[in-house]
Nanobody, 124 residues
């Protein structure tokens, strides 16, 4: 059974940083692409970033380029989202998701397995 567990969310002031973790189990990690999505109240789920566990290729949405970094520790089956220079508009529930490619990193419907989400709140 695929399990994804997010952690690392919280409340931070604008300009601050957080690092989210997504711990994966129940599948062959190297075969999957892991994505981060976020959903703010009243808004659609938005693709933030993703990483291929097999070759390390990454995707970052334009809204977070230069501020967020995604990385993977294959030995720990864990993907990290380092979020710097946070803005109030980054406030959302952040979810990690997993799927075997091919897929589009910003298309939530391409991902079949999801974590429970972690809340990130950025105060102004």
């Amino acid at each position: 059974e695929v399990q994804l567990v997010e952690s690392g969310g919280g409340l931070v002031q604008a300009g601050g940083s957080l690092r989210l973790s997504c711990a994966a189990s129940g599948f062959t990690f190297d075969d999957y692409t892991i994505g981060w999505f976020r959903q703010a109240p009243g808004k659609e789920r938005e693709g933030v970033s993703c990483i291929s566990s097999s070759d390390g290729s990454t995707y970052l949405a334009d809204s977070v380029k230069g501020r967020f970094t995604i990385s993977s520790d294959n030995a720990k089956n864990t993907v990290y989202l380092q979020m710097n220079t946070l803005k109030p508009e980054d406030t959302a529930v952040y979810y990690c998701a997993a799927e075997v490619p091919p897929l589009m990193c910003d298309y939530a419907e391409d991902f079949g397995s999801w974590g429970q989400g972690t809340q990130v709140t950025v105060s102004s």
